[in-house]
């Protein structure tokens, strides 16, 4: 099943592009520019091991940076599942842009993909469920914004993408403010109306305490499932339109047994984090 994630506008992705291809190129590709003219040459992207395919459309913004003649053309769908040896992109352009922009464009769309696999697999064991796997913060520091769109292509929901996003009441942030109260009845009077408020807790006497203070969202961390599934019981019997999120240790393992026991969403750093590249490689026809 393929999924779509919504890429950043052109003027955020093409900053990060130009950073990673400076990154790469220096001063110029010594070996290209020594010996490759700007004729006109055709690659396919190979895959070398079945897997999710994400971010071909960030490949192909590589490509037309450095040269905007060349052409990318998917063979596969973004977000859809491929076998080893299959042919998921097809690439037309002047060679010196194919050779300088190959690390970079693979590089991103093997990254991406070992991320939205494993968000699949992940998606997969609670597809009955209503509960929705979500994202988190744990991602490396400069590919946050196409993590979390690898994430969605894979199946999950983004949770904040950073901490202007919405409030986290954290338990630095409890122990610092004096308890779960005090903390929101402060955070409350200072941040714009639209924003909303979640509570991380670790005991029903949490639990009740956010309850009492009106959070918008509740998350249940690292509770074991017995503890959660009355949390989630005393939640919804004071306020069913608080959202319930459960977190911590999640694995594949574990997954199901969480979302069975009616929580709203689930969130892991386990699909970014615990993921393993997918192996591409580029040929010259």
Same mark, same amino acid.
């Given at each position: 099943?393929?999924?779509?994630?919504?890429?950043?506008?052109?003027?955020?992705?093409?900053?990060?592009?130009?950073?990673?291809?400076?990154?790469?190129?220096?001063?110029?590709?010594?070996?290209?520019?020594?010996?490759?003219?700007?004729?006109?040459?055709? $690659?396919?992207?190979?895959?070398?091991?079945?897997?999710?395919?994400?971010?071909?459309?960030?490949?192909?913004?590589?490509?037309?940076?450095?040269?905007?003649? *060349?052409?990318?053309?998917?063979?596969?769908?973004?977000?859809?599942?491929?076998?080893?040896?299959? &042919?998921?992109?097809?690439?037309?352009?002047?060679?010196?842009?194919?050779?300088?922009?190959?690390?970079?464009?693979?590089?991103?769309?093997?990254?991406?993909?070992?991320?939205?696999?494993? /968000?699949?697999?992940?998606?997969?064991?609670? $597809?009955?469920?209503?509960?929705?796997?979500?994202?988190?913060?744990?991602?490396?520091?400069?590919?946050?914004?196409?993590?979390?769109?690898?994430?969605? *292509?894979?199946?999950? &929901?983004?949770?904040?993408?950073?901490?202007?996003?919405?409030?986290?009441?954290?338990?630095?942030?409890?122990?610092?403010?004096?308890?779960?109260?005090?903390? +929101?009845?402060?955070?409350?009077?200072? +941040?714009?109306?639209?924003?909303?408020?979640?509570?991380?807790?670790?005991?029903?006497?949490?639990?009740?305490? @956010?309850?009492?203070?009106?959070?918008?969202?509740?998350?249940?961390?690292?509770?074991?499932?017995?503890?959660?599934?009355?949390?989630?019981?005393?939640?919804?019997?004071?306020?069913?339109?608080?959202?319930?999120?459960?977190?911590?240790?999640? /694995?594949?393992?574990?997954?199901?047994?969480? @979302?069975?026991?009616? &929580?709203?969403?689930?969130?892991?750093?386990?699909?970014?984090?615990?993921?393993?590249?997918?192996?591409?490689?580029?040929?010259?026809?």
């Amino acid at each position: 099943m393929s999924h779509f994630g919504v890429l950043p506008p052109r003027l955020v992705l093409d900053r990060l592009l130009h950073d990673w291809l400076l990154e790469d190129i220096g001063r110029g590709d010594r070996t290209t520019q020594a010996l490759i003219t700007k004729e006109v040459r055709q $690659a396919k992207w190979m895959a070398k091991a079945s897997g999710v395919i994400a971010g071909l459309p960030i490949a192909a913004r590589v490509f037309q940076l450095l040269d905007e003649k *060349v052409s990318f053309i998917p063979v596969v769908a973004e977000g859809s599942s491929c076998e080893a040896g299959k &042919v998921v992109a097809q690439i037309d352009g002047p060679l010196d842009a194919l050779l300088m922009g190959e690390r970079v464009a693979l590089n991103i769309v093997m990254r991406l993909s070992g991320v939205a696999k494993l /968000t699949q697999n992940y998606v997969d064991q609670i $597809a009955d469920l209503p509960a929705k796997l979500v994202d988190t913060r744990k991602t490396t520091p400069g590919l946050r914004l196409l993590e979390k769109y690898a994430t969605t *292509v894979g199946g999950a &929901v983004n949770h904040r993408m950073g901490l202007d996003d919405a409030v986290m009441i954290k338990d630095n942030h409890i122990a610092a403010a004096g308890g779960i109260g005090k903390a +929101i009845v402060q955070i409350r009077s200072s +941040i714009p109306y639209p924003l909303t408020i979640e509570v991380e807790t670790e005991s029903l006497e949490q639990v009740q305490e @956010a309850l009492q203070h009106r959070s918008d969202i509740i998350m249940l961390d690292n509770m074991p499932v017995d503890l959660m599934r009355q949390a989630v019981d005393i939640i919804r019997q004071h306020d069913s339109h608080v959202k319930i999120e459960a977190s911590g240790n999640i /694995t594949l393992d574990t997954i199901r047994a969480v @979302a069975e026991t009616g &929580v709203d969403y689930i969130s892991s750093s386990a699909p970014i984090t615990k993921s393993s590249w997918l192996d591409l490689s580029m040929r010259i026809e």
